[in-house]
């Protein structure tokens, strides 16, 4: 979907797998809902989409996990 991005978490948040990061509105189609950016696992927001037109397929977030042994989660984009 193509529409302007709103983030709700920041670059240094940490987030856990499924918690809301943003949202995507549309633009083309205005009686669209918006669409929720869920985390897609544990981990701290590296990166944050900038500037706000996106389009479907784009990276919104660039997620941070401990990749020690034994620690749980992974690293990886949102999208």
């Keep these: 979907m193509r529409g302007l991005f709103e983030p709700v978490a920041r670059v240094g948040d940490e ?12 633009v083309e189609e205005l009686d669209l809902s918006s669409a929720p950016v869920l985390a897609h696992c544990d981990g701290v927001v590296a990166i944050a989409r900038r500037p706000p037109l996106v389009d479907l397929g784009d ?13 749980s989660g ?3 984009s949102g999208r």
């Design 15 to 26: 987030v856990k797998e499924g918690e809301l990061i943003g949202r995507v509105h549309p």
């Design 59 to 71: 990276t919104l977030y660039h997620l941070a996990a401990d990749t020690t042994p034994g620690a």
């Design 74 to 76: 992974a690293s990886g």
